[in-house]
């Protein structure tokens, strides 16, 4: 099936993905300002309530719609209801493009306790063999930053964060570790993060959080989201085994505290 370009937006095209997805894929760099632009355009979508689609899927670079074919309806010309969905996607792009809203979502800086003892910091001496840092040196580091969440994946509840001191950069392991503790919080290239579950994984892990990323018995089901912020603070072993790995996190609505700043 061939690519449909937007007519009129050089920045961006509609990409089949599947036959029952099609891609909203941004030819800018992954940014701050692009995952704003993802997500404001997922606002839009869904405010404009297309029949037939059922998921929006936001990622570093593009916005996956997923659809339903067997509720595509045609358009009155006849044209396909999957290209209708295209032309519609496209229009509506354009447009998010144009009038560059900001997210209408709330927006949440989450901080998340995490324990860099020796037991949970399974890759810290490489870690530090690579950058020339102590491991006080790369806790500090780590710690310092408001990462913001781009993007959820992976598994459920994985968040891709940007914001990574670039001291701490360091490339993934030659060979993935077949398990990796749910809760590990790694570093991969220029990115941090944390596994939700135990699964297999190739980042280097430097600490753990006793919390649960993915709780799907409550809602919301994750503890963050696209556009949120997230700042680590260190723990210690005995703080890390008094969590409740369900309670709620520490966290404040980020448009209420910049109000507050303002205030003279």
């Known amino acids: ?150 993007m959820l994946g992976f598994t459920p509840g994985f968040l891709y964060l940007g914001g990574l001191d670039q001291g701490l950069y360091c490339p993934r392991k030659a060979r993935p570790a077949l398990r990796v503790p749910a809760g590990s919080v790694g570093i991969g290239g220029s990115q941090t993060g944390i596994y939700p579950q135990a699964t297999p994984g190739g980042w280097q892990v430097i600490g753990r959080t006793p919390l649960a990323l993915f709780r799907p018995q409550q809602e919301p089901a994750y503890i963050a989201h696209p556009l949120d912020q997230v700042q680590f603070f260190a723990i210690s072993k005995n703080d890390f085994s008094g969590i409740d790995p369900f309670s709620a996190p520490e966290q404040i609505s980020l448009r209420q505290a910049s109000s507050e700043a303002k205030k003279p």
């Open 1 to 150: 099936m061939a690519i449909e370009r937007a007519p009129a937006e050089p920045g961006f095209e509609l990409q089949p993905n599947g036959d029952a997805a099609v891609d909203i894929r941004f030819f800018a760099e992954p940014s701050a300002a692009l995952s704003e632009t993802i997500i404001s355009l997922a606002e839009s979508i869904n405010a404009n309530t297309i029949t037939g689609v059922t998921e929006l899927v936001p990622a570093y670079q593009c916005l996956t719609v997923c659809y339903n074919p067997l509720q595509l309806t045609c358009a009155s010309d006849g044209t396909p209801g999957v290209s209708k969905l295209r032309r519609v996607l496209a229009a509506i792009t354009e447009k998010a493009l144009a009038q560059n809203t900001p997210s209408q979502r709330e927006r949440y800086l989450i901080r998340i306790p995490v324990c860099y003892h020796d037991d949970f910091a399974l890759d810290m001496r490489a870690l530090c063999a690579h950058t020339g840092l102590t491991p006080k040196e790369v806790i500090s580091r780590h710690t310092a930053p408001s990462y913001l969440v781009h």
